[in-house]
């Protein structure tokens, strides 16, 4: 129904072939939204067509991005924060990403369980992002779903991810919000949480404060803010939760609408979209020219350059700089 018609070479065709798939898609079609996503997930005929189009859609979703350690929680609580949202009749869309196979088994069935919560619901979009794509990293590819999700008039974009890699440290980077999840007692101290996450924090969660320890973790964030001040000013409240019981979630609701507030002010959200931007176009550069060189080297010779580096024929610099167009 939505497919490309493979004869279309002209904007205007393309234009004609997208505007009713955008529309259906505009007015909330989870179908259209689900091909939409798939398109640009799987990189798809037409996928930067169909960007292009809906870009001037998007800016309005609030992007809130949360990480923290495996098993810390995140989906109950993505859920739960969801359910408040609801409540304030906002739209919903949620990405679930997933880094590594191992958890993929875990995540994905989770989040069958918790679609047939909201099954009824189609104010709550829930994707699962099992593949890491081929084409463009994970970041770039969540943050091509979240444009999606943004463009199709969901108020609220949530994107959960595992708190592991520099991947994660650069999906939720694209979020207008990071919100970082600890947990007392698991080990993961703050010490070992991997600093760059902690540095992007704008709200501090401590979920299952059912548990022992929620104090001391608690403590050990006060102690590292007072070591590093953020050059915006803002300080990155710490909400206790107990996402299982729903426990702090309208709390956590609250931290996330005094953060929207400031980033209002003093054109803060403006500031750190021009960051966030920063880095995606170079991200984005960066693909582009790596596609351009793999298509322009053809398959296999990346193998047989590097034969040839190894077994010092050549040398990588002259040939990346060859490759580069540096040099003719
Ligand atoms: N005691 C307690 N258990 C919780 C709380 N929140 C979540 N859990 C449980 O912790 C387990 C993991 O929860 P998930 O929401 O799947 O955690 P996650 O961080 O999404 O896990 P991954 O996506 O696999 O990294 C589940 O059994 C939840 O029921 C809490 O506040 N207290
Ligand atoms: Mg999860």
């Known amino acids: 129904m939505f497919q490309f018609d493979s004869r279309c070479f002209t904007l205007n065709c393309l234009e004609r072939e997208i505007q009713p798939w955008i529309d259906s898609l505009r007015s909330g079609d989870p179908r259209a939204l689900a091909r939409a996503i798939s398109t640009v997930e799987n990189r798809a005929s037409g996928w930067s067509d169909l960007l292009k189009a809906l870009f001037p859609h998007t800016g309005k979703a609030q992007i809130i991005g949360l990480t923290g350690a495996p098993g810390a929680g995140k989906s109950t609580l993505v859920d739960q924060l969801a359910r408040v949202y609801r409540k304030q009749n906002r739209t919903v869309g949620i990405v679930a990403v997933d880094p590594t196979s191992l958890y993929i088994g875990g995540a994905i069935l989770g989040d069958r369980i918790r679609m047939q919560d909201h099954f009824a619901d189609t104010g709550i979009y829930i994707r699962s992002m099992a593949t890491r794509g081929s084409l463009g990293g994970l970041a770039r590819t969540t943050a091509d779903v979240t444009t999606v999700l ?179």
């Open 150 to 328: 943004d463009a199709s008039g969901r108020d609220v974009v949530l994107i959960e991810t595992v708190g592991v890699g520099q991947d994660e440290v650069d999906i939720v980077r694209l979020a207008n919000i990071t919100v970082v999840i600890l947990v007392p007692g698991m080990g993961d101290d703050v010490q070992t949480i991997k600093a760059g996450i902690m540095e992007i924090a704008d709200i501090f969660v401590i979920n299952k404060s059912d548990r022992e320890g929620a104090e001391r973790v608690e403590r050990e964030i006060r102690a590292l803010q007072s070591l590093a001040v953020r050059n915006d000013g803002w300080t990155p409240p710490i909400v206790k939760t107990v996402a299982s019981e729903g426990k702090g979630v309208e709390e956590l609701g609250a931290a996330v609408a005094d953060y929207e507030n400031y980033l209002q002010k003093e054109n803060r959200a403006l500031k750190k979209s021009v960051e966030n931007w920063q880095e995606r176009l170079v991200e984005m550069l960066r693909d582009a020219m790596l596609e351009k060189a793999r298509a322009h080297l053809g398959d296999g010779s990346v193998a047989r350059l590097a034969a040839e580096v190894a077994e010092h024929k050549r040398d990588p610099y002259s040939l990346i700089e060859e490759i580069a167009g540096k040099r003719s």
